[in-house]
């Protein structure tokens, strides 16, 4: 299959799901409430964004978005998926903002080279040719920019097992990335953090929506301890990182 059919099939998949065709599917892969934590930390690393061009690549519903905009950015929104551009225009009219929704490929964005303050990017780079999409975001980037990659990895073993037996986000046939992808990514700043999140916390999943799921807040602390160890940071299962030209 060449790429740009499954670029269509890609698009029509995100069409589909964020229409909330699939209401269940999407509530199961919503982890925002699990990951309350990771955006608490990700919203430190936005800094100041009052009066900055920031482009989102693959916003989804837009919950990056709103906040993005919210703290007085500048906004253009890009994804493969017209549903979900429709949806973050919505969600952010209805919180009074605006943005720049535009239909295209991150790994051929036809916007102005040097032309953002910032780049954020979550949960998008396992869909896409992650090596293209990359270099577009630095050819973007003004030479002081930044980049924020918020991306799920490949080598947690009980994440790894879910996705190749009951996540319906096996059909879009995603890469995972590795340490060793971002060792490669990282080669093209200049600098930055990089952070990974979750350890244990993740086998609390299954409790949610069950009073259990408060053990997801003991098991985080513990995975906070667990993952200043070296060798368990290769297994975390998401991986926030913050890069600079
Ligand atoms: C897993 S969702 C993540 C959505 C949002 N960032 C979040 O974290 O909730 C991936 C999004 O990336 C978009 N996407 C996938 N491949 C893309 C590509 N090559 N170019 C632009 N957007 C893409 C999808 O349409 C979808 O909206």
Known sequence: ??????????????????????????ATHSYRDFQSDLHAYVSKQL?????????????GLGSATLELAGRGAE????DISGQSLVAVRER???????????????????????????????AVLMHTDWRRTVRECVRVLKPSGRAIFVEP???????????????????????YLSWSDFAEIRGLFAGGQERPFYLLAPFSLPLRGTPLRR?????????????RLSPLKRVAWYLVASYSL
């Open 215 to 227: 053990l997801a807040v003991p098991l985080r602390a513990l995975d906070r301890a667990l993952l």
């Open 47 to 59: 800094g100041a964004l009052a009066g900055l061009r920031v482009l989102e690549i693959g916003p």
């Open 153 to 175: 990895l490949r080598h947690h073993p009980a994440v790894a097992l879910y996705r190749s037996t009951l996540s319906s986000f096996r059909q879009t046939r995603p890469h």
């Open 75 to 78: 906004v253009w929104a890009v």
């Open 1 to 26: 299959m060449s790429q740009s059919e499954d670029t269509a099939g890609l698009a029509d998949y995100y069409d589909r799901y964020w229409a909330g065709a699939d209401p269940a599917a999407l």
């Open 92 to 122: 952010l009219a209805e919180a009074g903002q605006t943005l720049r929704p535009v239909q295209m490929k991150s790994e051929e964005l036809a916007v102005a080279s040097a032309s953002f303050d910032l780049v954020y990017v979550e």
